[in-house]
């Protein structure tokens, strides 16, 4: 069964920073584009970050320069640093990959999700 775990939010400080990491596991041919997601109570879920599997990185305007993703082929791994941490940055963070990956008695290629790991700033 293909997974995806997100570890490493929590509670911070306003201007503090946090490291989120997720590994893709299960029978896994191909990862290609990795990202970030979040979602706050009562809003969409929105993009974060993505990077492609050649480290090719985009972000949403409301982390650049604050948030970093990236990647470790070799481990299945997406990262996103995040720093100087805003009360506005408090939301579910889900982690997403687009990956060819054994899924429901067949080698698939669809978008794949983690369970969503919560992101608590305090002002």
């Known amino acids: 069964q293909v997974q995806l775990v997100e570890s490493g939010g929590g509670l911070v400080q306003a201007g503090g920073s946090l490291r989120l990491s997720c590994a893709a596991s299960g029978r896994i041919l191909r990862i290609n584009t990795m990202g970030w997601y979040r979602q706050a109570p009562g809003n969409a879920r929105e993009v974060v970050a993505t990077?492609?599997?050649?480290?090719?990185?985009n972000y949403a305007d409301s982390v650049k320069g604050r948030f970093t993703i990236s990647r470790d082929n070799a481990k299945n791994t997406v990262y996103l640093q995040m720093n100087s941490l805003n009360p506005e940055d408090s939301a579910t963070y889900y982690c997403?990959?687009?990956?060819?990956?054994?899924?429901?008695?067949?080698?698939?290629?669809?978008?794949?999700w983690g369970q969503g790991t919560q992101v608590t700033v305090s002002s």
């Open positions: 997403n990959a687009d990956m060819l990956a054994w899924d429901s008695g067949a080698y698939r290629s669809r978008p794949f």
């Open positions: 990077i492609t599997s050649d480290g090719s990185t």
